[in-house]
């Protein structure tokens, strides 16, 4: 199993930034790639950004290309840094792990092909 903690969600004014962090722990081997995800009241959870973690190729929802930023620190823990948040960014934010195929694999953009999941930290966007 893979454990995975997300820190770093709060309330901040549209233009601002706020930086996800996302700690794993467990069998992290189990994994090859470390996806956010976000849900909003009413919406149905998706994509954001994800990372391959052997190839380091980073992958984003179009409506955040050039805004959010999705990085691995060290060998557990992944951030996503957000920048000039609009409104629509709202939501809770998920930090999910999984093993795609080979090494190298594209990360899937469905939700329900991700295995591990944190608890989610929310995001709030004043306009």
């Known amino acids: 199993q893979v454990q995975l903690a997300e820190s770093g969600g709060g309330l901040v004014q549209a233009g601002g930034s706020l930086r996800l962090s996302c700690t794993a722990s467990?069998?992290?081997?189990?994994?090859?790639?470390m996806g956010w995800f976000r849900q909003a009241p009413g919406k149905e959870r998706e994509f954001v950004a994800a990372?391959?973690?052997?190839?380091?190729?980073t992958y984003y929802r179009d409506s955040v290309k050039g805004r959010f930023t999705i990085t691995r620190d060290n060998a557990d823990t992944t951030d996503l840094l957000m920048s000039n948040l609009e409104p629509e960014d709202a939501a809770v934010y998920y930090c999910?792990?999984?093993?795609?195929?080979?090494?190298?694999?594209?990360?899937?953009?469905?939700?329900?092909?991700?295995?591990?999941w944190g608890q989610g930290t929310q995001v709030t966007v004043s306009s």
């Open positions: 467990g069998r992290t081997r189990n994994g090859n790639a």
């Open positions: 990372i391959n973690w052997f190839s380091d190729v």
């Open positions: 999910a792990a999984e093993w795609f195929g080979s090494m190298r694999a594209t990360p899937s953009r469905n939700p329900q092909a991700w295995r591990y």
